[in-house]
């Protein structure tokens, strides 16, 4: 075994090789994770002049984690971590061992594993990452999803399933901070981000990079004790237990370190759920439903005083009004297009302020009745057009999605 978390006063050669290159590459991996901007002018250097990235990028990604800039810094950690291993290796050649520095080295990955999957794990469990589909989304042809878009309504669509995956994140997290219970946690982390590296990959999601990263140091702290899993699960032999090797023999310092995981784990949880109910709350229309709430679906659309027929050549003739989020709207065109609005309603005047995102306030410019919780009359100047605009609230049950739900007996696949 090239590398183990067994105390080895003699490593072999293979193993120390295998031991600078892999710290190099991770602890390079972490810090340029974090300050890779402080290096842009030579790494853009590096991605025009050696990698050949010609067109102008920006090294924020924008949500990306795939961008040019990554890649770039992906070349700049591998290179480098390589040529830090060779001339470590030619400077340190005749230390025995490792054990001490190879100890810390897997705390840190440790670590860095447990806060990513925690975090991973709680945004998937309260719903904040993965949200339930949207109303515009209900009225979106499938064939005008992006592959992302199509992984993350299924994956939105089931809050149970996005608890599921959450808590084995948490577990395989929360498994990697005893000491005795690392294997199983990694080997946890293992399976659980394959399956999202997979998922990334084959649905185009811009976190290809980091998901197999992850994968890879789990994979690290799983193989310093492969020995016993071949043993069992491969050979069918039995096993002998092992003494980790820890640099630190006082016990008072290990009774320390165990008290304080007991006080900090529990209330890392508790924080981590109080503030991803509060996050669920914030992001999704629990507790702050938009009066006027729904898809309004139009009747009779008059503009500039011409009633426009529901024809597929009546370019931007209301389809649909979507109202979902607080100070947001959305129409759907009859043709299709989807015009964004800022939508504010002032209740006691019965008016609205209705203009584009990226226009200027018109304040108060709609008029509107709403009755029976059902019907809504538009009536007012928009975009220096009159309209006038009978609309009904569409039934959202009507959509499967929506309302098909659970169920235990199915007499034949409900498949549309």
Sequence with gaps: MLLSQEYREVWST??????????????????????????????RWIGRTILGFNYDFDISGFGSGDHTYAYITLFVNA??????????SLLDKNRPSYNKLFYWFLVTIRVFLIVFMLLYGFVKVFQIQFRSPSLIHLLQPLGEFSPMGLAWTYMGYSKGFGVFAGLMEIVGGLLLISRKTTTLGSFIIIGVMTQVAMMNLMFDIPVKLFSIHLILMASVIFVTDIKRFTSVFIKNKATNAYEFYHPVSSKSYHKTINKLKKIFVPII???ACVLGYLG????????????LYGIWESELF?????????LITSSNRWRYLVIENKGRAIVKTIDDELLRYNFKLDTVQ???????????????????IYKNTDYLNLEGSLNNDSISVTLFRKNLDDFPLRSRGFHWINERPYNR
Excluded: Q
């Design 269 to 271: 949880l508790l924080v």
């Design 280 to 291: 669920e709350l914030n992001v999704t229309d629990k507790n702050h439903k938009p009066h």
């Design 350 to 368: 019965k008016k609205i302020s209705m203009y584009t995102e990226n226009g200027k306030m018109d304040s108060l410019n709609i008029n509107y």
């Design 302 to 310: 008059v503009k500039n005083s011409d009633t426009i027929a529901p």
């Design 79 to 88: 290179v480098v971590a390589v040529i830090v291993s060779i001339i470590w």
């Design 14 to 43: 293979k193993s120390k090789i295998a031991f600078r290159f892999v710290f190099s590459y991770f602890v390079l991996y972490i810090f340029l994770m974090f300050c890779s901007g402080l290096f842009e002018s030579p790494f």
